[in-house]
């Protein structure tokens, strides 16, 4: 059968504006950093739809997971669990970002101030909503367990957002440290508490920044240039796979790099030598992959999917606990659905959650809709003058860009707008700032 001219007329309008995409981005761009991010953002999403199940009991709710009944699922906390890539991305954009602020005579302060308050705007987003949330089913009688439930789900993200302002925080401390040391750190940590059983409750909580700080170096290496052979991918591959099987294996460390409800030991909370070390062989295939993804990112319709993942990526990875639970609130009329409100006890459950994937990635996108804006700083253009090193500088405030509306244009096939020229599509590479655009150059 025949396409339709309105199907093909959208087909031909999301071609369109993603070959606009593609025509806006510098050939500087180094768009591998912006597939890695992406896919970084999206693993974790994934992966969380696929182990967190809100099981309906007693007239409440509380978390699940399938691990805990199918440990031979834990392979899925393999290709999903990417936060060491997302750190090693975070290491390299923040250390680049610094560097072009200094060249462009901004202070540290000034540099920081902008980069956290990207972080920090969707979050009061998600904050406000969640306390008006709280007191609407508490003034309602919900059951005081399930309003713990879905807010310590709703707001789990954050603790990577805090832990990822603590290290861009600390970039110029960090910028040239080896990731020897805080390795060494974890190393030590899991000794005494596993090995040893000697130290406080709380020692374990000392490899959450040094964990996380292992990847971040080793962006900040990358952004030295010492990780661009493919020796240096190879030999974090094969050393990270090596020892993490090894610690798996003989060490008595979880095989799931996610935390298993109910586990005596979590890979993540706070996280293990284990999980550090599988970071490690992320961050090596991460870099292997680098040339290949740079090849995939030159073809347009790809390029505009990764910069639209990229110009919201906060929103997403904020918003998609909220999205699954409000899918499992919104069903619970129906009865309890398989793979919705049943318990994670067998294949069945797992074939029907992933059915639900795409009703979570539709709520999502509502979510996304609602939310960006306040991941992108608003949206009308105010200018103001600042102070650089003694000369008056005029800049535009809005973190708007206006690729923005081209690339959401793309997502719902919309209508293809005029040409222009911007300075790139999925947040500045240097800055982490989304790029601005000429006046009179709208996409």
Same mark, same amino acid.
């Given at each position: ?13 999301? =071609? ?6 593609? #025509? ?6 180094? =768009? ?6 992406? !896919? ?18 007693? *007239? ?25 890539? @997302? ?40 904050? !406000? ?64 508490? @596993? ?29 030295? *240039?010492?990780?661009?052979? /493919? ?37 993540? &909370? ?7 070390? @599988?970071?490690?062989?992320? !961050? ?81 996108? +509502? !979510?996304?809709?609602? @939310?960006?804006?306040? #991941?992108? *700083? ?13 000369? =008056?500088?005029?800049? =535009?405030?809005? /973190? ?8 959401? /244009? ?17 947040? &500045? #590479? ?12 709208? +996409?």
């Amino acid at each position: 059968m025949a396409d339709s001219p309105a199907k093909k007329g959208r087909w031909q309008a999301v =071609r369109h504006g993603a070959r606009r995409v593609d #025509e806006a981005t510098p050939d500087s761009r180094d =768009r591998a950093v912006d597939a890695l991010r992406a !896919c970084a953002i999206l693993g974790v999403v994934l992966g969380h739809w696929l182990v967190t199940a809100l099981v309906a009991h007693d *007239g409440g709710l509380y978390t699940a997971s399938p691990l805990g009944r199918m440990p031979w699922l834990a392979p899925i906390s393999w290709i999903f669990q990417t936060l060491a890539v @997302f750190f090693l991305v975070g290491g390299h954009v923040a250390t680049r970002s610094l560097a072009s602020a200094r060249a462009r005579g901004l202070t540290y302060g000034q540099w920081l101030r902008a980069r956290l308050g990207r972080l920090a705007r969707p979050v009061l987003a998600l904050l !406000c909503l969640w306390a008006v949330v709280t007191v609407g089913l508490l003034l309602t009688g919900a059951p005081a367990d399930t309003v713990h439930t879905l807010v310590k789900l709703a707001l789990s993200p954050l603790w990577f957002l805090l832990v990822l302002a603590a290290l861009t925080a600390a970039t110029p401390l960090v910028a040239r440290l080896h990731p020897l040391w805080p390795l060494a750190v974890v190393l030590h940590v899991d000794v005494l508490r @596993f090995g040893l059983h000697l130290g406080p409750s709380w020692l374990g909580w000392a490899n959450l920044p040094a964990g996380w700080l292992v990847p971040y170096t080793l962006g900040a290496a990358w952004t030295r *240039g010492e990780l661009d052979t /493919r020796r240096a991918g190879r030999v974090l591959l094969v050393f990270g796979t090596t020892a993490t099987v090894g610690l798996v294996r003989w060490a008595g460390y979880p095989a799931a790099m996610v935390g298993v409800p109910g586990a005596a030991i979590s890979n993540l &909370d706070p996280p293990t030598l284990a999980a550090v070390t @599988f970071g490690l062989a992320q !961050c090596g295939l991460a870099l292997l992959l680098r040339d290949r993804l740079r090849r995939a990112m030159r073809r347009p319709l790809p390029w505009a999917a990764v910069a639209t993942v990229n110009l919201s990526a906060m929103t997403i990875f904020l918003w998609h606990q909220t999205a699954l639970m409000a899918t499992t609130a919104a069903t619970l009329p129906a009865g309890r659905l398989p793979g919705l409100h049943t318990a994670p006890d067998g294949p069945a459950w797992i074939a029907a959650r992933l059915g639900w994937l795409p009703v979570f990635a539709l709520v999502l996108t +509502v !979510c996304w809709g609602a @939310f960006r804006s306040h #991941e992108q *700083g608003g949206g009308r253009r105010r200018v103001r003058g600042r102070r650089v090193r003694g000369r =008056r500088v005029r800049e =535009r405030r809005s /973190r708007v860009v206006r690729v923005h509306r081209g690339v959401g /244009r793309i997502a719902q096939a919309g209508r293809p707008g005029r040409r222009g020229r911007v300075n790139g599509a999925a947040g &500045d #590479e240097d800055t982490g700032a989304v790029p601005r655009v000429p006046r009179g150059h709208r +996409v």
